[in-house]
Structures are given as C-alpha cells and as structure tokens.
C-alpha cells in the first residue's frame, strides 16, 4: 500500500508540501491541476513544473485525479472525438512524468453533490460534508450550484468548476433525451478511445464512483454498485480499465458491502486505488460523512482494509475528506488536521494486519 494524500498545488491549496510530508508514513500525492477545463490537454511543461515541485518537497506522484470529462463526450455529441484525442494526448504527457494511474468520473454534470458543506457534528463539535435529500425540496439544480459555491470557503471545488457549471441549463436540457443506456454506449465509444493509448504507456484508467450512490435530479448515474462496476469493466475488458473506490461514496448507500466490493475487483485485479472515508448514515438518502475511525461512523475500516490487504495491498490509498477540526478552515472536505488523522489510523490498521498475519 502507498499512502497519499490529495493537494491542488502551491496556487490553490492552503495546505503546504511540507505539512504534506510531516504525516508518518505519507508516500505522495494524488495530485491535480484544478484549473484545467474539462476537454483540455494537461500541457507538458505545467505537469512538469507541478512534478518538480512535488519531487522538491521528496513526495512522489504517480497518481493524477480529476482529468475532467468533457460532457459532450458524456452526452455522445460530434465534438467528442476532438476532446477524445485531447484526453490521449493528456494521458501522454503525464505517462512521461510518471503517472501510473488516472482518476475520473463519468458522471453527468455533478460529480458529487451536499446539501450542506460545513454540518456540525453533535458528539464533538467538528463539522462535515452531509446531504439529506429531502432537504433539496423544491430546490433545483442552479438553487444547490449557487449554494455550494456560496459556502466553498472561496475555493474551487473539484467538480465545481465554474466554467464546467457556466453552460448548466442547456447541459441539463440536452440530459433530458439521455438514457442510463444511452450513458453507458457513449462511455463504451469514450473507453474504445482511450483504453489503447493506456495500454501503450503504461496508464490505468481509475473510474470513481457516483456521489452519493443513486440518481439526482433524474439524470442517469450508471456507477454506483458492484454490478455496475461489472458491466463498466465489460464495456473494454482491460487491465487499463479499472476501479477508484471510494468507499464513502458507495458507502453511502447502505446497501453497498463495502469489503465484499474490494474483494470481487480486488481479486479480478482491476482496482487502480482507493479513497477511503467513513459515512453515518441518517435515514433514508441521509449522511453525513465522519472520522475515519469505525466507531464513528458505520462502516468498518478493519475490514475494508483487510480486504485491500489480501486482494491488493500494492494500491494507493488516500485517506479521503475530513472534518473540520482544531478551528481550521480551509476548502470543505479537504483541510489538514483530519485528513492527516485519517492517514495515521489506516496506516495503524495496516501495520496490525500485517504484523497479525505473521504471528
């Protein structure tokens, strides 16, 4: 296992390398250049100044998160095959600065969505990412845009980016004809088209899961289970075609045997690397997301672990959002403090799996 954590750069992240590197046990990055518009080529010069400043601070990245796809690919329209070849090209350039594995989503339009960035938490006074979907009522997808931009603390959120959300009317619209089958044979033609350029550097394409793990706003989600995964894995049947399992994403719907999940791709050999996270749930499509210790919240970390330990224990992990804690403020999901505890427990947990299998 690799431990990582996730860093928008020097110029949009207020967490520093070298806090970075002072967590124990921190290998690297899953690194992104936030301001890259879904559609454009990740240039070769900038991937290669983020790199040097990465390798500077003695991390390593070798995983790259959120090169966006273009929703006209999303959506099956003519332009798709130019943002398909800007997509390769991508995948070139950062297979030359060692990148081994590439996160993404096939989302449409949202690639995650809260109802509320900073919830406070009862039991202890921190606060969390949470949604509850009876609280969207008659709130529309523009009401929860200008919302969550509103309570971003002034940061760019990762799917939030406002040239991606400038054309959302005319891209909800243009949903409005689009089938979960019609999704899913446009995501066959994206694969098609960039699963050879990955065979050949060397690449794995990570796909992330829907969040939360069901349909909003009635726009198709086709990844959100096992089964989903399973017939996302068939469209281009492909070591490069692989998984990023968030476990609070599919966590989130309670349905979803987290250890089980890990262990059928784990075993098949096609999960790229993890972020893992807890969840509470609340009710019915009700969370908040919690501490990363078990007890916190309902999923079991023993057991995801376990099951990334006997499966694959070569993968990057990254602990995923935290808390707000210790009155830090900074981009929600993604300060410091909790993020860093998150690492320190898993990294606990894998020593005392591996020291208990060789007792």
Same mark, same amino acid.
């Given at each position: *296992?690799?431990?990582?954590?996730? &860093?928008?750069?020097?110029?949009?992240?207020?967490?520093?390398?070298?806090?970075?590197?002072?967590?124990?046990?921190?290998?690297?990055? +899953?690194? #992104?250049?936030?301001?890259?518009?879904?559609?454009? #080529?990740?240039?070769?010069?900038?991937?290669?100044?983020?790199?040097?400043?990465?390798?500077?601070?003695?991390?390593?990245?070798?995983?790259?998160?959120? @090169?966006?796809? %273009?929703?006209?690919?999303?959506?099956?329209?003519?332009?798709?095959?130019? $943002?398909?070849?800007?997509?390769?090209?991508?995948?070139?350039?950062?297979?030359?600065?060692?990148?081994? #594995?590439?996160? $993404?989503?096939? +989302?449409?339009?949202?690639? &995650?969505?809260?109802?509320?960035?900073?919830?406070?938490?009862?039991?202890?006074?921190?606060?969390?990412?949470?949604?509850?979907?009876?609280?969207?009522?008659?709130?529309?997808?523009?009401?929860? @845009?200008?919302?969550?931009?509103?309570?971003?603390?002034?940061?760019?959120?990762?799917? &939030?980016?406002?040239?991606? /959300?400038?054309? /959302?009317?005319?891209?909800?619209?243009?949903?409005?004809?689009?089938?979960?089958?019609?999704?899913?044979?446009?995501?066959?033609?994206?694969?098609?088209?960039?699963?050879?350029?990955?065979?050949?550097?060397?690449? #794995? *394409?990570?796909?992330?899961?829907?969040?939360?793990?069901?349909?909003?706003?009635?726009?198709?989600?086709?990844?959100?289970?096992?089964?989903?995964?399973?017939?996302?894995?068939?469209?281009?049947?492909?070591?490069?075609?692989?998984?990023?399992?968030?476990?609070?994403?599919?966590?989130?719907?309670?349905?979803?045997?987290?250890?089980?999940?890990?262990?059928?791709?784990?075993? +098949?050999?096609?999960?790229?690397?993890?972020?893992?996270?807890?969840?509470?749930?609340?009710?019915?499509?009700?969370?908040?997301?919690?501490? %990363?210790?078990?007890?916190?919240?309902?999923?079991? *970390? $023993?057991?995801?672990?376990?099951?990334?330990?006997?499966?694959?224990?070569?993968?990057?992990?990254?602990?995923? %959002?935290?808390?707000?804690?210790?009155?830090?403020?900074?981009?929600?999901?993604?300060?410091?403090?909790?993020?860093?505890?998150?690492?320190?427990?898993?990294?606990? /947990?894998?020593?005392?799996?591996?020291?208990?299998?060789?007792?």
């Amino acid at each position: *296992m690799k431990m990582t954590f996730r &860093w928008y750069g020097s110029q949009s992240d207020s967490i520093t390398l070298s806090q970075i590197k002072q967590i124990p046990g921190m290998s690297g990055l +899953m690194g #992104v250049l936030d301001y890259k518009a879904a559609g454009q #080529v990740w240039e070769d010069k900038e991937i290669e100044a983020y790199m040097a400043e990465v390798h500077a601070a003695g991390l390593e990245c070798e995983v790259i998160e959120s @090169v966006n796809v %273009h929703e006209d690919i999303k959506l099956g329209l003519p332009a798709r095959d130019e $943002y398909i070849a800007n997509y390769c090209q991508s995948i070139r350039n950062l297979a030359k600065h060692g990148v081994k #594995v590439i996160v $993404y989503n096939f +989302m449409p339009v949202f690639d &995650w969505l809260r109802t509320d960035l900073a919830r406070p938490i009862p039991e202890d006074g921190s606060n969390s990412l949470y949604f509850d979907e009876a609280q969207l009522g008659d709130m529309g997808p523009l009401e929860i @845009v200008r919302s969550t931009i509103e309570n971003s603390n002034g940061f760019t959120l990762p799917g &939030w980016e406002p040239a991606r /959300l400038a054309e /959302l009317e005319n891209t909800l619209e243009q949903y409005k004809s689009v089938s979960s089958e019609d999704l899913l044979a446009n995501y066959k033609y994206f694969l098609d088209g960039i699963i050879p350029t990955c065979e050949e550097t060397g690449v #794995v *394409m990570a796909v992330h899961p829907d969040d939360p793990a069901w349909p909003i706003f009635g726009l198709p989600r086709v990844a959100h289970s096992q089964a989903d995964f399973d017939k996302i894995l068939a469209l281009h049947d492909s070591p490069s075609n692989a998984l990023c399992l968030c476990t609070g994403s599919l966590g989130s719907d309670p349905a979803n045997d987290i250890p089980a999940i890990i262990r059928h791709f784990g075993e +098949m050999g096609r999960i790229g690397c993890l972020h893992v996270r807890n969840v509470k749930h609340l009710g019915y499509h009700k969370f908040r997301e919690a501490a %990363h210790l078990s007890s916190t919240g309902d999923l079991d *970390m $023993y057991a995801i672990l376990k099951a990334v330990h006997d499966t694959c224990p070569n993968t990057y992990i990254r602990p995923d %959002h935290g808390r707000m804690i210790w009155d830090e403020t900074g981009r929600p999901g993604y300060g410091l403090y909790d993020r860093a505890l998150g690492a320190a427990y898993l990294n606990g /947990l894998w020593e005392a799996i591996g020291k208990g299998e060789q007792a």
